[in-house]
C-alpha cells in the first residue's frame, strides 16, 4: 500500500509540473518539449528530486508514448498518399539523407566513438520532427502554402527511412552479425511492404472492422490494434513504433479524423512522459560539458536543414520565400532523435551520447519554433518585394 501511495505522489507531482511547463511553453510561444526534457533532468539521476518508485511505470508510460506519436502521425497520410509522395520526391529525400545524417556520424567518428555510435548520431541529427513542425505550420498558417506538401513529403521519406535505419541500428547495438543484421533489414522491409500492400488493397476491411459510431469502442479499436501490431513488429525485430506508425496509415478517411481526435489527448500525455523518461535517463551534470559540442552540431544542422527545404521547394518551382518557409520548417528536432539517443544509451554505446543529444534536441525543439516566428516578417518581407517586382516587370 505504502509503495503504491509514493507511486501515485510521484507520477502525480511529474504530469502536474509538466502541466505547468507546457502552460509556460504555451505563453512564451515555444515547444514544450525542452521543458519536459528539463523537468526529467530535475527528476532524474543527479536532479534535484530523484523519484525513488515511479521511474518503471514513467518508463512504461514512455513505450506507450512512443507508439501512440507514431500512431497519430500514421493518420495524417494513407497509403496512396504515401507512395505519391515517395514517387514524386525521392532524390529531395536521399538528399536530406546524405546531408542531415552526415553531421552526427562525423561529430561521433571524430570524437572517437566507433563506427555503431556513429551510426546512432547520424540518426539523431538526420530525423525531423514531425509533431513540432507541424505544430509550427499549423501555428504561423502555413498550412495551405505551397511548400507544404514538400515538407510534408519529407517528413513521410524520413519516417520510411527510420523503418529501415531502427532495426539496422538495433541489430548493431545488440552486436549482432552481419548476416543477422541484413536478416533484420529484410524482415523489417518486408513487414513494411506487406502493411503497405495491405493497406492498399486491403484498407477498407481494416476501417470496416475497426470503425464504430461509439467514441468509446472505436479508442479501444484503435489503440488495441496498433499495440497489437507493434508488439508483432517488435518480434519481428522491427521497431515497435514502426508498427504503430503503419496501423495508422492503413486508416484513412473520417475514419482516421475520429481516430485522431479521440488521440490526441492520450497521446499529448504519455508523449510528454516519453519525453521526461528520456531526461530522467541523463545526469545534468553531463550536459554542460558537451554544452558547447551540441551548440555546434545544432548550428551545423540547422544549415543542412535549411539548405535541404531550399533544394526541395526549389525542385517543385516555388519561390524564395516559400523555399526558406520549407527549410525553417525542418529544424526542429524531437521524437526519432531522442528515441534513437535512448536505444544507443540502453545498449551502452558511448557515455557522453545521451547527454549530447539531450542538448542537441532542447537547442533545436526550441529554436526550430522560435527561428520561425522571429524570421516570419522577413519571408513576409521577401514574399512582398517579389510580387512588386513581378508587378513592376508586368507593366
Known amino acids: 500500500m505504502e509503495h503504491t501511495a509514493i ?35 530535475a527528476f532524474g539521476t543527479g536532479g534535484i528530486l530523484p523519484l525513488a518508485t515511479s521511474e518503471e511505470f514513467i518508463g512504461t508510460g514512455a513505450e506507450l508514448g512512443v507508439i501512440l506519436l507514431l500512431l497519430t502521425l500514421g493518420l495524417e497520410y494513407n497509403a496512396d498518399e504515401l507512395v505519391t509522395s515517395l514517387k514524386g520526391n525521392a532524390r529531395a529525400g536521399v538528399v536530406d539523407l546524405v546531408l ?20 546512432a548520431m547520424a540518426g539523431v541529427t538526420y530525423a525531423t520532427s514531425s509533431g513540432i513542425t507541424a505544430k509550427v505550420l499549423s501555428d504561423l498558417g502555413w498550412i495551405g502554402n505551397r511548400e507544404t506538401p514538400v515538407v510534408l513529403s519529407l517528413l513521410v521519406f524520413e519516417d520510411l527511412t527510420m523503418a529501415v535505419y531502427l532495426p539496422l541500428l538495433t541489430a548493431m547495438l545488440a552486436g549482432v552479425s552481419l548476416a543477422s543484421g541484413a536478416m533484420s533489414v529484410g524482415i ?3 513487414t513494411v511492404g ?20 461509439n467514441s468509446e469502442v472505436l479508442l479501444l479499436k484503435v489503440v488495441g ?19 504503430a506508425f503503419l496501423v495508422g496509415i492503413a486508416l484513412s478517411g473520417e475514419l482516421a479524423e475520429d481516430a485522431q481526435a479521440l488521440l490526441a489527448p492520450l497521446r499529448d500525455l504519455f508523449a510528454a512522459v516519453f519525453f521526461v523518461f528520456f531526461g530522467l535517463q541523463t545526469d545534468p551534470a553531463k550536459i554542460l560539458p558537451v554544452a558547447g559540442l551540441a551548440a555546434a552540431l545544432a548550428l551545423a544542422s540547422m544549415l543542412t536543414k535549411l539548405a535541404t527545404g531550399a533544394y526541395a521547394a526549389r525542385r517543385a518551382g516555388i519561390a524564395p520565400a516559400g523555399r526558406m518557409r520549407a527549410g525553417i520548417a525542418l529544424i526542429p528536432r524531437g521524437e526519432f532523435n531522442i528515441v534513437i539517443a535512448g536505444l544507443a544509451v540502453a545498449a551502452g554505446a ?41 508587378g513592376r516587370a508586368g507593366r
Open 225 to 243: 490494434l496498433a499495440l497489437l501490431v507493434a508488439g508483432i513488429a517488435q518480434q519481428l525485430q522491427v521497431s515497435a513504433a514502426v508498427g
Open 100 to 119: 542531415n545524417a552526415t553531421p552526427g556520424a562525423v561529430c561521433a567518428l571524430l570524437l572517437g566513438w566507433g563506427p555503431v555510435a556513429a551510426v
Open 7 to 41: 507511486l501515485f505522489l510521484e507520477f502525480g507531482a511529474v504530469l502536474l509540473a509538466l502541466g505547468v511547463l507546457g502552460a509556460l511553453a504555451l505563453r512564451a510561444g515555444i515547444s514544450p518539449i525542452p521543458l519536459y526534457l528539463i523537468a526529467g533532468l
Open 350 to 390: 558511448h557515455p557522453d551520447l545521451g547527454p549530447l543529444a539531450a542538448a542537441y534536441v532542447l537547442i533545436l525543439a526550441a529554436f526550430g519554433p522560435l527561428a520561425a516566428r522571429l524570421v516570419q516578417p522577413l519571408l513576409t518581407a521577401i514574399a512582398n518585394r517579389g510580387a512588386e517586382s513581378a
Open 188 to 190: 523489417a522491409l518486408a
Open 194 to 213: 506487406v502493411v503497405l500492400v495491405f493497406a492498399l488493397r486491403y484498407g477498407r476491411w481494416i476501417e470496416a472492422f475497426v470503425a464504430s459510431p
